[in-house]
């Protein structure tokens, strides 16, 4: 059971991932509305380079962070479900795990929206569920 609470929660993230990976690359639900912005952030370098525009970044952020997601998604999936023995003996992996998916929830209740907090809030109970389970 807990193996597959873990894998439960690894596959909401890997999902939230892969569909901001989506919509990073094959629609414009990631565009500001005003087409004016857009075409500013297209133009505009931040002051850290004028190697890159505003636009390249936000186009690589939301991509590294799909990424990540994806990453975590398959890494503690893989974990759980071929070598659960190895995740729940390793209380490193067990908290990093635990601790990103809070992460990703603060950041979530602060700077998104409500679908992915919800995800990751679901992710996270089934996340705490399996280590609930496992270490019971």
Known sequence: MA?????TSA???????????VYTFR?????????????RLR???????????MWKAWIGFNASHALGAVLFGSVYGY?????GAFL?????LCIVGALLLA?????????????PFLGILVA????????????A
């Open 88 to 92: 729940f003996g390793s209380p490193f």
């Open 11 to 21: 596959s909401i993230v890997w999902a939230l991932g892969g569909l901001h990976w």
């Open 124 to 135: 996270l109970v089934c996340y705490v569920a399996g280590l609930v389970v496992a270490f």
């Open 43 to 53: 133009a505009v370098s931040p002051v850290i380079t004028r190697e890159t525009t």
């Open 27 to 39: 629609s414009s639900k990631l565009h500001p509305r005003d087409p004016e912005l857009e075409a």
């Open 103 to 115: 992460a990703y929830l603060v950041l979530a209740k602060l700077y998104w929206f409500r679908v």
């Open 79 to 83: 974990l759980a479900l071929a070598h």
């Open 3 to 7: 193996q597959a609470l873990i894998a």
